[in-house]
């Protein structure tokens, strides 16, 4: 009996909100983020001047690689990686636009249109927040890690595939094929471009490519891809050519504003909205979780990681920018620089705002062949080949999966890809795990008593679940002879849901109704209750045919084969 006490519902209710509190305290800012700053601060700085650099190329690339055009990019990158390095749940992660935010941005342009994108930004980054404020941080550790290969493989050679209409068509920005499939456009590209234009544009993303692997190989912290962009505009510049430059960059960051759309053009971007959030969510949590093993750079809290991510998505929105991510190469950029506070991705969001205020007449005249050499490259350093050759060196249903994933990447759908690969994988786990339930026949043990022939005992062992509960019925109802008394031991059971105790219901109630006693012994009290609950103790003949001790239970069964002969 519970006694109320005068106050106790008032301490209950306090006690809620001290809860409440707690939680909502640990997905906001806090001065406790920037407790090392003062012995980190060299490397911070060092490190946050380094990643502007490395990411303005990138943001300016993924920007068009969207559909959309390099400023708006390249606000993503200020706006976003701003918001999410002081709200984000890593102490390293640099967010802004990705790869594969342009792979799926891309055909949501194509159908709704550019204006489309700075509320479909709002509207994602809303669902992130709310995903975290909820709690759902912890759902990327479901992902299996061949799908998260695969669809990174996948991402790269859409992201690849991509820059084959930027090299090959000379309108410029917006001048995109109507497929919204990365091969197919790239192929229409290559058959309507101008040859002449063609080969303009890859011999300007062949001098990128060239300085980026050249200079980094002198010294990995110098910027090769800026030094190779600087060289293909002045070469731009001084040499009479057909390629098409980025074009005008505002001299400031624009107003902030609300999108202006009717309530009835607000249905049809949910679902756009809804993958661009799911998307931003999975990848900005894998990259926080790799940037934690990166070095050591604290814990990452993945529902505030969420909270900030969402705020990022909103405030690019409303700045008239994308959707944006946690960037793994940027954000690796940043550790290997130095970066251990979130101090260096905002440091890095000011130089790219320094950016846009001094200097962003000369980015204008940058060809946007050079920014697709850029990306080239970039989509083939996502991959590494060791870990391919590791996945599918490892079992035939983990390279399946992850193959199939990056297939359906590229083939089909981001989302879905992610989708049917964690299905694949959850279909080899569950085949695994079925292949070890097993029934196995034992002798009935000590000394042999006359009689024992007339007594099976069958040890149930591993997990008998929906997949393999059939399996185990004809196990053990098929192949049993005619015993006078069947003894199932439960005690290495590992596993149970309700289809393998509807089974073992049956098998108890199929060998009960051919005349053979069942007798059940060890069961385990985390399967007690779903075992009651299904029925398989009331298909038991007797209460008392329930043991704990196999000695009993045998004694017990010795007992009905003596009654049985007389």
């Known amino acids: 009996m519970t006694q109320n006490t005068p ?3 008032k301490a209950v209710h306090e006690g809620g909100w001290a809860k409440l509190r707690r939680r909502i305290g640990k997905l906001l800012p806090s001065v406790s983020d920037y407790r090392n700053f003062r012995r980190t601060w060299r490397g911070d700085l060092v ?34 990686g701003f918001v999410a390095a002081v709200f984000g749940g890593s102490n390293v992660q640099v967010s802004g ?7 799926i941005l891309l055909p949501i342009v194509a159908s709704h249109g550019s204006g489309a994108v700075a509320t479909i930004a709002i509207l994602a980054g809303l669902m992130v927040l709310v995903g975290g404020a909820i709690g759902l941080g912890r759902a990327v550790s479901v992902i299996p890690w061949p799908v998260i290969e695969g669809f990174t493989l996948g991402i790269a050679v859409i992201i690849g595939l991509q ?8 309108g410029g920005v917006g001048d995109a094929p109507h497929s919204s499939n990365a091969i197919v456009a790239a192929v229409e590209s290559v058959m309507r471009s101008d040859p002449v234009y063609l080969l303009w544009a890859a011999a300007a993303a062949a001098i990128v490519i060239a300085c980026m692997v050249l200079v980094e190989r002198i010294n990995p912290i110098i910027p090769g891809s800026l030094i190779g962009i600087a060289i293909a505009t002045v070469l731009a510049v001084l040499i009479p050519n057909p390629l098409a430059v980025i074009g005008a960059i505002p001299d400031s960051l624009p107003a902030p504003s609300v999108p202006d759309i009717s309530p009835g053009g607000l249905a049809p971007l949910i679902g756009p909205a809804a993958a661009v959030a799911a998307l931003a969510a999975v990848e900005s949590l894998l990259s926080a979780r790799v940037a934690a093993t990166l070095a050591d750079t604290g814990r990452y809290h993945p529902d505030r990681e969420l909270v900030g991510q969402g705020l990022a998505s909103i405030g690019s929105g409303l700045f008239g920018g994308m959707p944006a991510t946690g960037a793994i190469a940027r954000t690796a950029v940043n550790v290997r620089s130095g970066g251990r506070s979130r101090v260096s991705a905002i440091v890095h969001a000011v130089v790219l705002l320094l ?4 200097i962003s007449k000369p980015i204008e005249l940058v060809p946007l062949a050079a920014l697709g050499g850029v990306l080239l490259l970039t989509a083939w350093r996502m991959v590494s080949r060791a870990t391919v050759m590791s996945v599918m060196r490892s079992t035939k249903a983990d390279a399946l999966t992850f ?28 085949r695994n795990l079925a292949k070890q339930a097993r029934a196995e026949l034992e002798t009935v043990p000590g000394p042999y008593v006359e009689g024992d022939g007339a007594i099976t005992v069958i040890r149930m062992d591993g997990p008998i679940i929906f997949a393999s509960a059939d399996r185990i019925h004809d196990m053990v109802v098929d192949d049993t002879t005619e015993p006078v008394v069947v003894i199932l031991r439960m005690s290495k059971l590992e596993l149970l849901d309700a289809t393998g105790a509807h089974i073992l219901s049956e098998i108890v109630r199929a060998l009960e109704r051919r005349g053979i006693t069942v007798l059940i012994k060890g069961i385990q009290p985390r399967h007690e209750g779903l075992m009651r609950s299904v029925g398989v103790l009331r298909a038991l003949r007797h209460h008392k045919h329930l043991f704990t001790d196999l000695d009993a239970a045998i004694e017990h069964a010795r007992s009905h084969v003596r009654r049985a002969r007389e």
Request: aromatic share 4%; charged share 0%.
């Open 7 to 9: 106050g106790s519902g």
């Open 47 to 80: 490190a946050g001047v380094t990643v502007g650099v490395v990411a303005l190329p990138l943001a300016l690339g993924f920007g068009v690689s969207s559909g959309l055009t390099p400023a708006e990019g390249l606000v993503t990158a200020i706006v976003a």
């Open 163 to 170: 820059q084959i209409p930027l090299l090959a068509q000379s």
């Open 97 to 103: 636009p990705t790869g594969a935010m342009a792979v």
């Open 355 to 358: 950016v846009v205020l001094l």
């Open 403 to 430: 193959v199939l994933t990056a297939i359906v990447t590229v083939s089909f759908d981001l989302i879905i890809a992610v989708g049917i690969g964690v299905l694949v994988a959850g279909f080899f786990t569950v």
